[in-house]
């Protein structure tokens, strides 16, 4: 016990306490910095968490909202849908209209003699086709015709050989115009063939004689009229689809 005594007694000789001083001033000033910065990242977690929740509620909340929405809108379709009555009784005879529910592409087929025809059209034709200045409408009807659509629809006559005369035609329900004629071969793939005169610049005689071509088969005004009320409805059935889908991805 007397050497210990004396060891100690020597170390507090040659150890000062202005020399513990530093050391323990830095011992406080660290501990505080220390406990900060642990309240420092608990608080930044906490935040962080609370900021993904918060995110997910309102990102829960705006799909929720979507979906009354869509569901109200696609009820709503549905109760005050019915298929239009010059629809019901199907395309004038003899054409066969050959529809696929998952494409807006429709086509009214029928046989003439030996030739098959085909008619081909789509219900988003979203562009505006301009009817020709030379149709007038009746000055008290000028207006509405203007704001009628008009739609794109192509006839394909082809004879037992495979070759097929091709018309290009635009139709407001009330007019049809002819816009293009050409003439296809059974290998006709090749987009440098030759596809037709310019169809405005043909002589007045070739015009009549092509639309009279035409309503012998069938191109008509009751088939045109029977078409733009086909591409109405077909719309609005693909847009009552898409409401239900949508419903049914967003639930």
Wanted: with cysteine; glycine share 4%; charged share 30%.
């Amino acid at each position: 016990m007397s050497r210990q005594r004396a060891l100690i007694s020597l170390a507090t000789r040659f150890v000062r306490p202005s020399m513990l001083a530093p050391a323990a001033s830095c011992m406080r000033a660290i501990q505080p910095n220390a406990v900060m910065g642990v309240i420092a990242a608990r608080h930044t977690n906490f935040a962080i968490s609370r900021g993904f929740t918060a995110s997910s509620l309102r990102a829960d909340a705006s799909e929720k909202a979507l979906l009354s929405i869509v569901t109200s809108e696609s009820d709503s379709e549905k109760q005050n849908y019915e298929t239009p009555e010059e629809l019901k009784e199907g395309p004038p005879k003899p054409f066969k209209l050959v529809e696929n529910e998952n494409s807006c592409e429709m086509v009214l087929t029928r046989e003439f003699d030996s030739e098959k025809i085909s008619i081909t059209f789509v219900a988003n034709d979203d562009e505006q086709h301009e009817m020709s200045e030379d149709f007038e409408a009746p000055e008290d009807e000028e207006e509405e015709f203007k704001e009628e659509p008009t739609m794109f629809f192509s006839v394909d006559v082809t004879k037992p050989s495979g070759s097929s005369l091709s018309f290009d035609c635009v139709t407001n329900g009330a007019d049809i115009e002819i816009r293009n004629v050409s003439l296809l071969g059974e290998d006709s793939d090749d987009m440098s063939s030759y596809m037709g005169p310019d169809y405005e610049f043909l002589d007045e005689r070739l015009h009549e004689k092509f639309d009279q071509y035409l309503e012998a088969r069938g191109v008509d005004l009751e088939l045109a009229g029977y078409m733009m009320d086909l591409c109405q409805d077909k719309e609005q059935r693909e847009y009552m689809k898409w409401l239900a889908n949508v419903e049914s991805f967003l639930k």
